[in-house]
């Protein structure tokens, strides 16, 4: 069974740090493309960021570039968002997705996680 767990979300002030984990299982981690996306209240979910089974390319969102970096761990099984200078308008629950390439459109991804909310005051 396939399973994405994802922790790191809470409550930050603006301008605050946060770095979320997705740990992985149930398939082989290293062979596939980890994705992030985020969905606040109201609107549709949205592509945040993305990279390849080796961790280079990677693809950001206009509005996360420059704040947010996606890594992987390929021996823990787990991939990260560091996310720096967090801003109001980055609040939403923050999901974590699976899938064969590296890809802005969500429905290449076929294995998610249950998602972490983040909450950035202001």
């Known amino acids: 069974q396939v399973q994405l767990v994802e922790s790191g979300g809470g409550l930050v002030q603006a301008g605050g740090s946060l770095r979320l984990s997705c740990a992985a299982s149930?398939?082989?981690?290293?062979?596939?493309?980890m994705g992030w996306f985020r969905q606040s209240p109201g609107k549709e979910r949205d592509f945040v960021a993305a990279m390849s089974w080796s961790g280079s390319p990677t693809s950001y969102a206009d509005s996360v570039k420059g704040r947010f970096t996606i890594s992987r761990d390929n021996a823990k099984n787990t991939a990260y968002l560091q996310m720096n200078s967090l801003k109001p308008e980055d609040t939403a629950v923050y999901y974590c997705?699976?899938?064969?390439?590296?890809?802005?459109?969500?429905?290449?991804?076929?294995?998610w996680g249950q998602g972490t909310q983040v909450t950035v005051s202001s």
């Open positions: 997705a699976r899938g064969p390439k590296l890809t802005w459109s969500q429905d290449d991804y076929a294995y």
């Open positions: 149930g398939l082989p981690f290293g062979n596939s493309a």
